[in-house]
C-alpha cells in the first residue's frame, strides 16, 4: 500500500480562513462589507491555494525548490488547470444579478497579459570581465583544487581591478538578439513589461549566479551604453525595473538586502519589485523575507520545470504565510509559464509545434476565468529562434483576445487600489 507521502497535515485556521474568504470576494469584486453570501472554497482548494503542502513537506529538489513532482495538483494531473480560479468562475455565476461587483480589470479587459523578464544576461556573449567571473565561479564551485587554479583565484582581485580599470577597451557586447528582442515586442504591442536586474558580486557566491555587473558595457540599440545606462532607461521609459535576487538571497535577509541596495545604489531606483533567480523561493521563508526587505510584489511563484498554476490561481493576491498564521503586505503574482519550463532538456522540452499548444492551453484556461496569463522569457533566450517564436505568438495572442498588457508593477498597482476600493466602499456606490 502506498505511504502517505504529506507529513501531519497543518490544520488551517481561522485567520488563513478569513483570508481565503476576502480574497474570493476581492476576485469576485464584491466590498468586504457586501452583504451578498459568497460559499466556503472547497478544503482541497484552500489547501492548494494556501500552498499548505509546502509548509507540510519537506523535500526539495538539488536546488533548494519545491518542485512540481511534489505538488498534490501536479500528482492528480490538474497543475494545468486554474482550478481555484475555476471554482471563483462557478461562484461568480451564481451570484445575484443585483450584486454590485468591480471589473475584475481596467477598461474592460477581460483578462491581463503581464510580460517579465529575468535578465540573467543581456547579451548572448561574454566580455573578457564576464569570462574572468566566470572562471573564478567555476573554480570556486569545485570541490578540488590545482594548485594553479588556486593562484588565480588568490590573485583574482588584482587581476580583475587591472582589467577593470581598462574596462573601456573591452568589446561591448550586442544586445540585438537578447534585450532588444524583448523590447522590440512590447514596443510593437504597446506595452510596459518588467525586467528584473541581478547585481554582482553577491555577498555569498553561488555557481548559479549571474555574471555581469553596472559598470559593464554593450552595444544597446545602437549606442555604447553601461548595464546601469539601460536599467534607468528602461525605468525612464515606464518599464519595470525590479531585483533578481541571487540564489543564496532566497533564505537570508541580510544577502537579499545587500543587492535590493546595490542595485538601488547604482539606478537611484526604488527597487520594489521581484522575482528570485532559478526560482528559488521557499512559501516557509522568502515571501516574509520579501516584505521585511520592502518588497511589495513578487512573481516567482511558478516551477522550473513545467507550466500551470502552482495555488491553483493566475491572479493576483496578498500572500498568508501559514507558519506565522498572518497575511503579508506582499502582492504575489503566480508566473504560469516560463520559456525554460517548456523547452529546457530537464523541464518538458517542447518543440514549438507543442509548445504552442500547450501556451494556448493555458492562456485559454487562464482567459476562461479572468486572470492573467504572468509569462517569464529570459532576454538571452530569444536569440533561440523557437523561444522568440513562441514569445511572439504568446503576446500576439492575447492581445488578440483583447488582454490588458501590463508589467508586474502596474498589476500590483491596479491589484492595490482594486483592494482599497473593496474595503472603503461601504455604503457607497462602487465605482470602477
Ligand atoms: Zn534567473
Redesign the pocket.
Known amino acids: 500500500m502506498l505511504q502517505d507521502v504529506h507529513e501531519e497535515p497543518i490544520p488551517v485556521s481561522a485567520a488563513a480562513r478569513r483570508h481565503v474568504e476576502l480574497t474570493v470576494r476581492s476576485w469576485l469584486g464584491l466590498p468586504e462589507d457586501d452583504p451578498t453570501p459568497v460559499p466556503a472554497m472547497p478544503e482541497r482548494l484552500v489547501r492548494l491555494f494556501l500552498r499548505s503542502e509546502e509548509w507540510e513537506i519537506a523535500s526539495r529538489d538539488q536546488w533548494g525548490n519545491f518542485e512540481h513532482g511534489l505538488a498534490d495538483n501536479a500528482l492528480r494531473g490538474a497543475l494545468w488547470e486554474p482550478e481555484v480560479d475555476q471554482w471563483v468562475e462557478a461562484v461568480g455565476r451564481q451570484l445575484p444579478s443585483t450584486a454590485r461587483r468591480l471589473p475584475m480589470w481596467p477598461h474592460g479587459h477581460r483578462f491581463a497579459l503581464c510580460l517579465s523578464h529575468?535578465?540573467?544576461a543581456i547579451s548572448t556573449q561574454y566580455s573578457r570581465l564576464q569570462l574572468l567571473r566566470l572562471k573564478r565561479r567555476e573554480l570556486l564551485a569545485r570541490a578540488t583544487r590545482s594548485k594553479e587554479e588556486e593562484r588565480f583565484l588568490s590573485d583574482f582581485p588584482r587581476a580583475y581591478s587591472l582589467l577593470a580599470a581598462g574596462r573601456g577597451n573591452d568589446v561591448a557586447s550586442a544586445t540585438s538578439e537578447s534585450m532588444e528582442r524583448a523590447i522590440a515586442v512590447e514596443d510593437e504591442f504597446g506595452i510596459r513589461g518588467s525586467y528584473?536586474f541581478?547585481v554582482w558580486p553577491p555577498r555569498e557566491d553561488s555557481p548559479?549566479d549571474?555574471l555581469y555587473e553596472a559598470d559593464d558595457r554593450y552595444t544597446y540599440r545602437g549606442r555604447q551604453m553601461t548595464a546601469r545606462d539601460i536599467m534607468i532607461e528602461l525605468a525612464q521609459q515606464g518599464h519595470d525595473v525590479g531585483l533578481?535576487g541571487g540564489y543564496h538571497t532566497a533564505l537570508k535577509l541580510e544577502n537579499f538586502l545587500h543587492e535590493k541596495h546595490l542595485l538601488e545604489d547604482e539606478t537611484g531606483l526604488s527597487i520594489t519589485t521581484t522575482?528570485?533567480?532559478?526560482?528559488h523561493w521557499d512559501a516557509r521563508i522568502t515571501p516574509r523575507l520579501h516584505q521585511q526587505a520592502g518588497i511589495t510584489a513578487d512573481s516567482t511563484l511558478g516551477y522550473n520545470r513545467n507550466v500551470g498554476f502552482r495555488a491553483g490561481t493566475s491572479k493576483p493576491y496578498r500572500f498568508f504565510d501559514v507558519g506565522q498564521d498572518c497575511v503579508l503586505d506582499l502582492i504575489e503574482l503566480p508566473m504560469v509559464l516560463m520559456d525554460g519550463s517548456v523547452f529546457s532538456t530537464v523541464a518538458l522540452e517542447m518543440d514549438l509545434a507543442r509548445s504552442k499548444r500547450l501556451a494556448k492551453r493555458i492562456i485559454d484556461s487562464t482567459i476562461a476565468t479572468e486572470g492573467c496569463v504572468s509569462l517569464l522569457f529570459?532576454p538571452e533566450n530569444l536569440a533561440d529562434p523557437d523561444t522568440f517564436a513562441l514569445y511572439r505568438w504568446c503576446v500576439a495572442y492575447c492581445m488578440e483576445q483583447g488582454a490588458w498588457g501590463a508589467s508586474v508593477k502596474q498589476i500590483e498597482l491596479w491589484w492595490r487600489e482594486r483592494l482599497a476600493k473593496l474595503a472603503a466602499a461601504g455604503d457607497t456606490e462602487v465605482a470602477a
Open positions: 529575468d535578465v540573467d528584473f541581478p548559479y549571474c533578481h522575482r528570485q533567480h532559478w526560482l529570459h
